[in-house]
């Protein structure tokens, strides 16, 4: 760890939030607050025992961001498009200058809202925080890169079965990847869902297969297929812990930014690499 950081974390009682305390805990950062929704039973049980530390701190979620955020200098958000959006405008009126969101599911008019808010924070978004999806991404962009049209690709995700957005964050983002390794964009090139009579694929398309079941953390492969041969790349998360992990990466590095929004590849350094 190169510095010990004052964080505020938002949904402290979700599943996300409570490994974020935990981690960030156990690395030997502050806690500066949290929270979590008015109605939450959780309310009233220390930030640090929700996450199933024995010890608490003395900190319990509130509802409000100016108030959990008041003595953080990183704001950690892995909660939902409104929350976050809520939280983001709520920051300019305390002392925080990074903001780590780990939140998908962003429609095109909130991502611009953040790309915004990039002029007051140094904000890292990312659609998964894990150095390993990181290092899939940028060989996703470089494979996509070599390969032609003749080459379909198709992205394939599982998640636990109560992930709300499909295809995941993630998902997308190794679409996003894919496409800009085909100098062309995500938009234009995804395939909708294969479904009824007529759902043949056409070349250069990116297709997307979902699946939600039991506790999965996280599952993507990256499929490129020729008429004679496929090559697949994947990924596996088996602790939830590789996510917060890198979202205080993120954080420690964001301190030391300027305001602007930035992804995990900035963090890494991967920007660079050349296809």
């Known amino acids: 760890m190169t510095q010990t950081l ?3 974390i938002a949904g402290v009682a979700g599943r996300m939030g409570r490994q974020l305390v935990s981690t960030a805990l156990q690395a030997g950062h502050k806690i500066a607050g949290g929270t979590e929704l008015p109605d939450s039973p959780d309310r009233e049980t220390d930030i640090a025992v929700l996450a199933g530390r024995a010890d608490p701190i003395g900190v319990l979620p509130c509802t409000d961001p100016v108030d959990a955020a008041a003595g953080a200098q990183v704001w950690v958000d892995f909660t939902a498009p409104q929350a976050t959006l809520a939280a983001l405008h709520a920051l300019r009126h305390t002392p925080t200058s990074a903001v780590v969101i780990g ?5 095109p008019l909130q991502e ?4 915004a ?17 990181n290092l899939l991404t940028a060989m996703t962009r470089l494979v996509a890169a070599r390969l032609g049209e003749d080459w379909d690709i198709e992205i394939a995700e599982t998640h636990h079965r109560h992930k709300l957005d499909a295809p995941s964050g993630t998902a997308l983002m190794l679409g996003d990847a ?3 390794g085909r100098a062309g964009r995500l938009d234009q090139l995804r395939r909708a869902p294969y479904d009824g009579p007529d759902a043949r694929r056409q070349a250069g398309e990116i297709g997307f297969a979902v699946r939600r079941a039991g506790g999965v953390v996280g599952d993507h ?3 490129f297929a020729s008429e004679q041969e496929v090559l697949s790349l994947g990924h596996r998360a088996l602790d939830r ?4 992990q890198g979202a205080l990466k993120a954080a420690e590095w964001a301190m030391t930014q300027p305001p ?3 992804d995990m590849e900035d963090v890494l350094g991967l920007k660079g690499i050349s296809v």
């Open 260 to 262: 602007g929004l930035y």
């Open 103 to 107: 939140t998908t599911g962003f429609t």
């Open 6 to 8: 004052s964080l505020g």
């Open 112 to 115: 611009s809202q953040i790309a």
């Open 241 to 244: 812990a590789v996510f917060a």
């Open 221 to 223: 492969e990256v499929g």
């Open 178 to 180: 894919a496409a800009k």
């Open 117 to 133: 808010a990039g002029s007051e924070f140094a904000i890292v978004k990312a659609g998964n925080f894990s150095l390993g999806i």
